[in-house]
C-alpha cells in the first residue's frame, strides 16, 4: 500500500546505480545537524567514541537485537505488534535504514527511533535532525509498501515517546538533505565548518574536524580549546627477548620466561615490538580489528614496519597528498616551510637549554646568531639542493653546540656525557645512540599518525620516495626532532637516567642494553605526555595530541581548506 503522502525525489546529479552507496538514515539526521559531521562520518570514515556515543550505544543495546520478523505489507492485521531491529531501504530515495522498533497496529507500521537523554521542550516536540531521522525512515516504510500515518521518537532518559507528524513540509526538508548529502558525496568537497557553534565543544569528532582551527585562517577568531581531552590509552612497549604478546578476551598478555602481565587492551594505543618479540595471530587480529597498530622495530631501536587493521579509508586526503607529490613548486614550498621549522626549533633549543654552568656565552650567541640567519635564508631558497645545503649547515651548528645541553655533574655521582658531533649507521658513542633511538621512536610515532589520518606515510615531498622509506612521517617529523627527540635524551642525561653502564661496545658500533632503552622509552613517552600551549591556537595539549593535529592540519593544507601548514614553533 502506498501512502498518498508521496512526492517525488527530484533526479540526482548521478543515477543511483547497484554500486552506489546508499545513505544511512543516521547519516541524513546528521547532515541536518551539521554537513561537515556527516560528510566525515560517511563519505570519509571518520569516527571517534565520547561519552555522548557511549551513552547512545548504550540507549540501543536492546532495541538492536532482532525481535519479531516484520510482516509484509499484505500480511498486516488488525493485531498491536512491536518488532526490533529493522533494516530495510529505498532504491528510489537512495537510502537505508536500521530501524529500532516498527509499531503495528490497525494494517498500519509507525517506526520509533531511540534517543539517548531526555525530551527537549522545543515547539515541534524534538529537533529536526531527529525528526528529519524518522521521516527517512517512514518513506522507507512507505516505498516498501507500509501505510505510515506518523511516526515517533523515544527519549530514554525521560521514558516519554514524542510523535513526528509526517507533513509536507518535513518530507520536504528530508528529501532536501538525501539528495545534498548525496550531491556533497559525489562532489568530493568536505563542507565548511561551522563558525563558533555551540554543538562543537560536545562533538566527538571535534579534535578531528578542528572546526576553529580551520576557520582561523579565513575568520580570525581565536580558537576554542576544543580538542577532547587525551586518550587515556597509551603505548605498549615489548623489548624483551623471546617475548610472547597474546590476548585473553580483552585483555593483552606479555609472557616471557620469568614471568607474565597482563594490559586491558583499551588501555593500549599502540603496540610496539622492539627485537626477537612474537605475538600470536589470534592477538594480531584483534588488534587489527581494533585499529590498534603494531610497530616493529630492530633490537637497536631501527624502525622496521607496521602492521595495521583496514586503516583510514579516506581515499581523498591520498589524492590530494599525491597531486601535491609531482608538484615541484609546492614540494618546495612544503620543504622550506618544514626545514625553516626545524632551524627555528633547533635554535629554541639551544636558547633555553644552554648550560649557565658553561660560560662560553659567545659561543652561544655565535650559534643562535647563525642558525637565525640560516633560517631567514632557507625560508627564501628556490631550489631543493640548496635548501639540503641550508639544513646541513644548520644542523652542523646546532650539534656542534649539542654538549653545550648536557649537564656537568663535577660534584654528584651523576656521570657526565661527551659529544662532538653528529654520527649513526652505527652511533659511535652513548649519546648518538640515544639519539638514533629517539629519532626512530619519532619516526615510528609519525608513521603510525599520518597513516591514522588518511595520510601515505611513504610518499613525501621534501624526503624523497624510497622502498620501505616513511618519507611523509620524516617530512613533518623534521621540526619536532629538537623539540621531542634531542629533549627527551637531554632530559635522560641530565637527570641520570641512563648511565654509562647501560651501553654496550661492539667494534666502533655503540648500543643501548634492555635498561637503557627502557629508560629512554620512558624519557620519550614522558615528553610526549607533557603538555605546551600551541603558539597558533593557544590552547594547551600533550604533545601526543599536538603531532595529532599537525598532521590532520596537513591534510587539510594538502586539501585546500587551510592556504598553508602552520608549524609548531614553540617561544
Known amino acids: 500500500m ?3 503522502h508521496q512526492i517525488p525525489l527530484p533526479l540526482p546529479p ?8 546508499l545513505v544511512p538514515a543516521r547519516m541524513v539526521n546528521e547532515w541536518v545537524y551539521c554537513p561537515r559531521l556527516a560528510y566525515l562520518e560517511w563519505v570519509e570514515g571518520e569516527w571517534a567514541d565520547s561519552g555522548d556515543t557511549a551513552q547512545g550505544k548504550r540507549a540501543h543495546a536492546r532495541v538492536d537485537k532482532s525481535g519479531k520478523q516484520l510482516p509484509s505489507p499484505e500480511d498486516l492485521g488488525d493485531e498491536m505488534l512491536k518488532t526490533r531491529s529493522i533494516t530495510l531501504s529505498s532504491e528510489r530515495l537512495g537510502v537505508i535504514a536500521k530501524m529500532d522498533v516498527v509499531e503495528i497496529s490497525e494494517g498500519t507500521a509507525m517506526p520509533v527511533d531511540f534517543k539517548k537523554g531526555k525530551r527537549p521542550h522545543v515547539a515541534s516536540g524534538a529537533y529536526e535532525p531527529e525528526r528529519v531521522q524518522v521521516c527517512t525512515q517512514a518513506m522507507i516504510l512507505e516505498d516498501n509498501g507500509y501505510e505510515v500515518p506518523q511516526g515517533a521518537l523515544w527519549y530514554v532518559g525521560s521514558r516519554e515517546k514524542v510523535p513526528v507528524i509526517l507533513d509536507d513540509e518535513l518530507r520536504a526538508k528530508t528529501i532536501s538533505a538525501i539528495s545534498a548529502l548525496r550531491d556533497a558525496a559525489a562532489s568530493g568537497h568536505r563542507p565548511p565548518p561551522l563558525e563558533n557553534s555551540p554543538k562543537c565543544p560536545r562533538c566527538s569528532l571535534a ?9 582561523l585562517f579565513s575568520k580570525k577568531y ?3 580549546p576544543l580538542n577532547p581531552s587525551d586518550d587515556p590509552a597509551l603505548p605498549l612497549y615489548v623489548q624483551t627477548p ?3 604478546l597474546r590476548k585473553s578476551g580483552e585483555r593483552l598478555i606479555v609472557e616471557t620466561e620469568e614471568d607474565s602481565m597482563e594490559v586491558p587492551m583499551i588501555d593500549v594505543s599502540q603496540v610496539v615490538l622492539l627485537g626477537p618479540v612474537s605475538v600470536t595471530t589470534p592477538a594480531l587480529h584483534e588488534l587489527m580489528k581494533s585499529e590498534i597498530p603494531v610497530s616493529w622495530l630492530s633490537t637497536g631501536g631501527w624502525f622496521l614496519g607496521h602492521t595495521t587493521g583496514t586503516g583510514n579509508g579516506n581515499v581523498a586526503v591520498r589524492e590530494a597528498q599525491y597531486r601535491c607529490a609531482f608538484d615541484e613548486n609546492r614540494c618546495l614550498a612544503l620543504s622550506r616551510n618544514l626545514v625553516t621549522a626545524k632551524i627555528q626549533n633547533s635554535r629554541t633549543m639551544l636558547r633555553r637549554n644552554w648550560r649557565t654552568e658553561r660560560e662560553d656565552t659567545t659561543s652561544k650567541d655565535q650559534a643562535l646568531e647563525r642558525l637565525k640567519r640560516i633560517a631567514k635564508q632557507a625560508h627564501n631558497i628556490d631550489n631543493v639542493q640548496q635548501l639540503l645545503g641550508a639544513e646541513g649547515e644548520a644542523a652542523a651548528i646546532y ?11 663535577p660534584r654528584s655521582n651523576l656521570p657526565n656525557f661527551s659529544f662532538s658531533t653528529r654520527n649513526r649507521r652505527p652511533p659511535t658513542d652513548p649519546v ?5 633511538l629517539a629519532y626512530a621512536l619519532l619516526t615510528r610515532t609519525f608513521t603510525t599518525i599520518t597513516s591514522a589520518v588518511g595520510l601515505d606515510p611513504y610518499m613525501g615531498f621534501y624526503h624523497r620516495p624510497r622502498h620501505g622509506r616513511p618519507a611523509l612521517a620524516l617530512d613533518l617529523m623534521e621540526p619536532f626532532r629538537p623539540i621531542v627527540a634531542d629533549s627527551c635524551v637531554i632530559q635522560a642525561i641530565n637527570n641520570g637516567e641512563v648511565k654509562p653502564k647501560d651501553f654496550i661496545f661492539n667494534g666502533p658500533a655503540c648500543s643501548l642494553k634492555a635498561g637503557g632503552r627502557k629508560a629512554l622509552i620512558s624519557a620519550f613517552e614522558r615528553r610526549m605526555d607533557q603538555e605546551t600551549t600551541h603558539p597558533l591556537f593557544g590552547y594547551q595539549v600533550s604533545m601526543r595530541r599536538l603531532i595529532n593535529v599537525q598532521a590532520r592540519l596537513m591534510a587539510r593544507h594538502l586539501q585546500g581548506e587551510i592556504p598553508v601548514y602552520p608549524n609548531y614553533l614553540p617561544r
Open 2 to 4: 502506498t501512502s498518498k
Open 399 to 409: 650539534f656542534a653546540s649539542f654538549e653545550n645541553m648536557l649537564a656537568k655533574h
Open 242 to 244: 623471546g617475548a610472547r
Open 222 to 224: 581565536t580558537p576554542r
Open 432 to 436: 648518538n645512540a640515544m639519539l638514533s
Open 14 to 21: 548521478s543515477p543511483i546505480r547497484d554500486n552506489t552507496p
Open 207 to 215: 579534535g578531528i574536524c578542528l572546526p576553529d582551527e580551520t576557520n
